[in-house]
């Protein structure tokens, strides 16, 4: 029988969460790295008791952290990020030019085949492989000296790469996203990318229709469709059919189209879902009323899930990578929250339960299906 | 013995108590203890200290014997007492949140 687990990263430390294919009963294990901030948990599809975790302080900096035994057990494993050559300049938050400096890995990718292969996408903008398990890290530096990254800027949260999509079709293309740049696009395994911005409008920034300077919330991809990606940008939630060639807006009737979270069920790759923020200045839930909102036509038309969570005086957000989904059928849908809550939906959002009420503030959320 | 006592989420990361104890050679410098800790426990490697330039890092200070050494040269001696193991070293994390 299958087996769900799913990976939670908190403000101050990691939890695993493990059930059955039932999803109604939860065991809790954590935290793991207590006191730490825990951006990101993510397993290696080739190998699930092969976790990768991202362990940040602002203290004590990055440290790697690795499991083989499906978090039981973690070890310390390589922290060093050295930008490959003379880093350059971005542009800071008054408009002069700024070094690039590495702070923190914000998202993990591992390779779809091999456990010791990893993707880290790291604030400021870059993206970092190893190829030993996360014991060394490389730049694939063609994405930091990409010609339209001397003016990139950060937003509030930072430059970061938050979001890695590895095209299952084809492994030599690669998405990356950067707050407040854009998507970019890799065809020859990360060595060389450009912008894949076209459509997007922001009117936020001097030039709405720029090719860089779009504030990239998070992008989802189904796997059977890798040139389908949908994406929750600052404000809109966007839609591309040509691999990022050109996107076209897809908010349709949703009452906020800003927000951080969006992903594709397991099953059905037209069934988008996203949590709308009221506004880039109130970061909480529209209306007080935590409502995922489901598309089952890949966007345009949307439908409130509200059974199981709370519909008044509910303010939390739900940040970037805290949404995921299990492949089981019906597929799982599963957030967490700043409040400290994960829900999960085992009916593709239809009802709604939480697997824990109480933990830390959400940073990430992951999860596994396990034969 | 040289005796080191680390923040409390430094304590987590190497799986080791408030005190640590070291076994260093003269002369006992902030540098020289740190790369014997770093050495005994490499999970600590960059989180005290700059990866590369070894620069203490910014939201973090050294005392010993009521001193603030944190500005001192990396290749200083310590005090006596800490040399001796009378005295620890103190690693101390910046007092912020909330």
Redesign the interface.
Known sequence: MSKIRVLVGTKKGAFVLSSDASRKRWKVEGPH????EIYHVKGSPANPDRLYAS?T???????MQRSDDAGKTWE?VG??F?YEGTPGTHVWYDGSPHPYEFKRVWHLEPSLTDPETVFAGVEDAAIFKSTDGGTTWAELPGLRTQETSPGWAPGAGGLCLHTILIDPSNADRMFGAISSAGVFRTDDAGQSWRPINRGLRSNHIPDPDALVGHCVHRIAMHPSRPNVLFMQKHWDVMRTDDGGESWREISGDLPTDFGFVIDVHANEPDTVYVIPITSDSLHYVHEGKLRVYRSRTGGDEWEALTNGLPQKDCYVNVLRDAMAVDSLDPCGVYFGTSGGQVYASADAGDRWEPIVRDLPPVLSVEVQTLA | MIRVVLPANLQTLAGVGRVVELDVASPVTQRSVLDVLEGNHPALRGTIRDMDTKRRRPMLRFFACEEDLSDASPDDPLPDAVASGSEPLLIIGAIAGG
């Open positions: 790295f207590a006191g730490w362990q302080s602002g203290w004590f900096g990055q440290v310390a922290n060093q050295a």
